[in-house]
């Protein structure tokens, strides 16, 4: 069984910088793409990028250049460095796992709550 746990949100002002962490158990390298999402007050969920099974990286054009996934594999732990921080990233974060074949993410951390003041 996956389990995943995000740590790292917090509260900065504009223009500053937060990294995320999101450390998976139960995880098989190579058996699943990871991925970081978010989700403000009564909007819908947004996917940030992703990891995939072959070690490619996707990310969300809205967050491109500012937001960067990368994965410890010697410490199954998924980051996601995000710098130039704007008050509409002001989100709850979430990490994810999607296993090979799936076709969707079936396993979710708690979520951190990311707050960026103007």
């Known amino acids: 069984q996956v389990q995943l746990m995000e740590s790292g949100g917090g509260s900065v002002q504009a223009g500053g910088s937060l990294t995320l962490s999101c450390a998976a158990s139960?995880?098989?390298?190579?058996?699943?793409?990871l991925g970081w999402f978010r989700q403000a007050p009564g909007k819908e969920l947004k996917e940030l990028a992703a990891?995939?099974?072959?070690?490619?990286?996707t990310i969300a054009d809205f967050v491109k250049g500012r937001f960067t996934i990368s994965l410890d594999y010697a410490k199954n732990t998924l980051y996601l460095q995000m710098n130039s921080l704007k008050p509409e990233d002001t989100a709850m974060y979430y990490c994810?796992?999607?296993?090979?074949?799936?076709?969707?993410?079936?396993?979710w951390g708690q979520g951190t709550q990311v707050t960026v003041s103007a």
């Open positions: 139960g995880y098989k390298r190579g058996s699943f793409s």
């Open positions: 994810a796992a999607a296993p090979y074949g799936s076709g969707g993410y079936d396993y």
């Open positions: 990891i995939n099974i072959d070690g490619s990286t």
